[in-house]
């Protein structure tokens, strides 16, 4: 069984440390989802996912997007089922803060 940690103590500036969260986050997607250690990766990987999706719909040039092209960006980013939901729900309220 691997014993992983987050160090917190390590200094990363905010977008080093946004661009190692979907980094980590697409590392995770290859981990057998039964892995126990897992569970305790959940947030890291779905911020990452977060992430991803922020990055893509920040690279579409339509000025205003609909549900389903979000959804379709979503898909390939391989965000799924009620996730890109949950994803833009979690981005409206870190940008609120």
């Known amino acids: 069984m691997y014993n992983l940690q987050l160090y917190?103590?390590?200094e990363l500036s905010s977008s080093k440390r946004r661009?190692?969260?979907v980094n980590t986050s697409k590392h995770l997607s290859e981990i057998n989802?039964?892995?126990p250690d897992l569970a305790h990766l959940e947030n890291v990987?779905?911020?990452g996912k977060c992430g991803?999706?922020?990055i893509?719909?920040?690279g579409d040039a339509t000025e205003r997007l609909d549900y389903r092209k979000v959804?379709?960006?979503a898909r390939s980013r391989g965000i799924g089922g009620p996730e890109p939901q949950a994803c833009l729900e979690t981005?409206?309220?870190v940008r609120m803060s």
């Open 45 to 47: 990987a779905f911020a």
């Open 52 to 54: 991803s999706l922020l």
């Open 19 to 21: 661009a190692w969260i």
């Open 56 to 58: 893509t719909l920040s």
């Open 8 to 10: 917190s103590d390590i």
């Open 71 to 73: 959804k379709t960006h």
């Open 91 to 93: 981005l409206k309220i």
């Open 33 to 35: 989802s039964s892995h």
